[in-house]
């Protein structure tokens, strides 16, 4: 599946970002939003490829663009066999977060990027539109950390795991109301907190890299960042751990819908008929073949954000493969006009 694709995702998500940092600090996220997923899907639909959108912009909005179900890519074309050989004709599975973190790029904050991941098709949980309860955790603590348990007993896990102390341990958990007595168990367990306002894919993300100082993320957010962060850190071999939140009581929002009893009733129709299910990355993010990529609009802990010069942008992106078992930094400098200058680093 890999090949020039891995190269070509690269500037799928540099042109999602570019496009939605030039609505940075501008207080329109919707733009924001909407401009990335133009620039995401005319990019990836000049790839030789034979895609399908799992993971797409909201299925409660009905995007125009995007959508779950949406066909991308050249080899998608009924006449395709004539021009796709039989590796591009193979069927791909995407889930896409043109903008993850709408409103970051907004309010010109820290943490946004444009994010995707691919697999082979089947190989990616569709997750429905809903939210996730979310533990992320570095390598070495994969499989000892269990969300079943309390944050406490998580932080002296990963404490030993780390070989450091619980108040040398850092934990993300996004500042929202249905986390007050999460946030407070960990203060009181002596591990820090660093609270986001948005962006939880990259928090995720971060616990697989040491030397970003974050070790945990806690909490809950929505499911389909879930899965992108769970193909992530397959990849990288991270905990991940997800389990999907329907109880419209527990997530304090009315984003999901009126009622337990109804939500229960739309997973099942979706096929989901443990609703409480606990799923590790490799179940969210299944596929023999895993990529993720990932390109930074305002600056964050993993990559810096888009810098405009005279007649051209740079750009730094992650890619990640499971293939070829790497995760590519890719710095990028964009050539549009003659630039005046350019600058080495
Ligand atoms: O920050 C986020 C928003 O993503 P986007 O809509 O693409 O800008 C995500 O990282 C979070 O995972 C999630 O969407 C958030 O937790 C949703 O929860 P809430 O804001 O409390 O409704
Ligand atoms: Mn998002
Ligand atoms: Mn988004």
Same mark, same amino acid.
């Given at each position: 599946?890999?090949?020039?694709?891995?190269?070509?995702?690269?500037?799928?998500?540099?042109?999602?970002?570019?496009?939605?940092?030039?609505?940075?600090?501008?207080?329109?996220?919707?733009?924001?939003?909407?401009?990335?997923?133009?620039?995401?899907?005319?990019?990836?639909?000049?790839?030789?490829?034979?895609?399908?959108?799992?993971?797409?912009? @909201?299925?409660?909005?009905?995007?125009?663009? #995007?959508? /779950?179900? %949406?066909?991308? +890519?050249?080899?998608?074309? !009924? &006449?395709?066999?004539?021009?796709?050989?039989?590796?591009?004709?193979?069927?791909?599975?995407?889930?896409?977060?043109?903008?993850?973190?709408?409103?970051?790029?907004?309010? @010109?904050?820290?943490?946004?990027?444009?994010? #995707?991941? /691919?697999? %082979?098709?089947? +190989?990616?949980?569709?997750? !429905? &539109?809903?939210?996730?309860?979310?533990?992320?955790?570095?390598?070495?603590?994969?499989?000892?950390?269990?969300?079943?348990?309390?944050?406490?007993?998580?932080?002296?896990?990963?404490?030993?795991?780390?070989?450091?102390?619980?108040?040398?341990?850092?934990?993300?958990?996004?500042?929202?109301?249905?986390?007050?007595?999460?946030?407070?168990?960990?203060?009181?367990?002596?591990?820090?907190?660093?609270?986001?306002?948005?962006?939880?894919?990259?928090?995720?993300?971060?616990?697989?890299?040491?030397?970003?100082?974050?070790?945990?993320?806690?909490?809950?957010?929505?499911?389909?960042?879930?899965?992108?962060?769970?193909?992530?850190?397959?990849?990288?071999?991270?905990?991940?751990?997800?389990?999907?939140?329907?109880?419209?009581?527990?997530?304090?929002?009315?984003?999901?819908?009126?009622?337990?009893?109804?939500?229960?009733?739309?997973?099942?129709?979706?096929?989901?008929?443990?609703?409480?299910?606990?799923?590790?990355?490799?179940?969210?993010?299944?596929?023999?073949?895993?990529?993720?990529?990932?390109?930074?609009?305002?600056?964050?802990?993993?990559?810096?954000?888009?810098?405009?010069?005279?007649?051209?942008?740079?750009?730094?992106?992650?890619?990640?493969?499971?293939?070829?078992?790497?995760?590519?930094?890719?710095?990028?400098?964009?050539?549009?006009?003659?630039?005046?200058?350019?600058?080495?680093?």
């Amino acid at each position: 599946m890999e090949n020039t694709l891995g190269l070509e995702i690269i500037e799928v998500v540099e042109q999602a970002a570019i496009a939605s940092s030039k609505w940075m600090g501008k207080g329109e996220k919707n733009i924001a939003d909407q401009v990335a997923v133009e620039a995401m899907r005319e990019r990836m639909n000049k790839i030789h490829m034979r895609g399908r959108i799992v993971i797409g912009e @909201g299925e409660r909005d009905e995007a125009p663009m #995007l959508y /779950i179900g %949406e066909e991308v +890519g050249i080899c998608t074309r !009924p &006449d395709a066999a004539n021009f796709c050989n039989v590796n591009e004709l193979v069927e791909i599975d995407i889930a896409v977060d043109p903008c993850e973190g709408t409103n970051l790029v907004a309010y @010109g904050q820290n943490g946004s990027m444009a994010v #995707l991941a /691919i697999s %082979e098709k089947g +190989g990616l949980f569709a997750a !429905p &539109d809903f939210y996730m309860k979310k533990l992320a955790a570095p390598a070495a603590a994969r499989g000892h950390v269990d969300i079943n348990k309390s944050a406490t007993e998580n932080l002296k896990i990963l404490s030993e795991c780390l070989n450091r102390a619980v108040e040398e341990l850092v934990v993300v958990v996004m500042d929202r109301p249905r986390h007050k007595e999460l946030i407070q168990e960990i203060r009181t367990a002596g591990a820090r907190v660093r609270l986001i306002s948005d962006g939880d894919v990259s928090a995720a993300i971060c616990c697989a890299f040491s030397g970003t100082n974050i070790h945990a993320l806690m909490g809950i957010g929505a499911a389909p960042e879930g899965v992108i962060s769970a193909a992530a850190l397959r990849c990288l071999g991270g905990h991940f751990q997800g389990q999907l939140i329907y109880d419209p009581e527990v997530v304090q929002t009315g984003l999901i819908g009126e009622s337990r009893e109804g939500n229960l009733a739309r997973l099942n129709e979706m096929g989901i008929t443990d609703g409480d299910r606990v799923y590790n990355a490799n179940e969210l993010a299944s596929g023999e073949t895993v990529l993720f990529a990932g390109c930074g609009i305002t600056p964050g802990t993993l990559m810096d954000g888009v810098r405009f010069f005279h007649g051209g942008a740079r750009t730094q992106s992650l890619v990640i493969s499971s293939q070829s078992k790497t995760a590519r930094f890719v710095d990028t400098v964009h050539l549009w006009d003659e630039p005046k200058n350019i600058q080495l680093r």
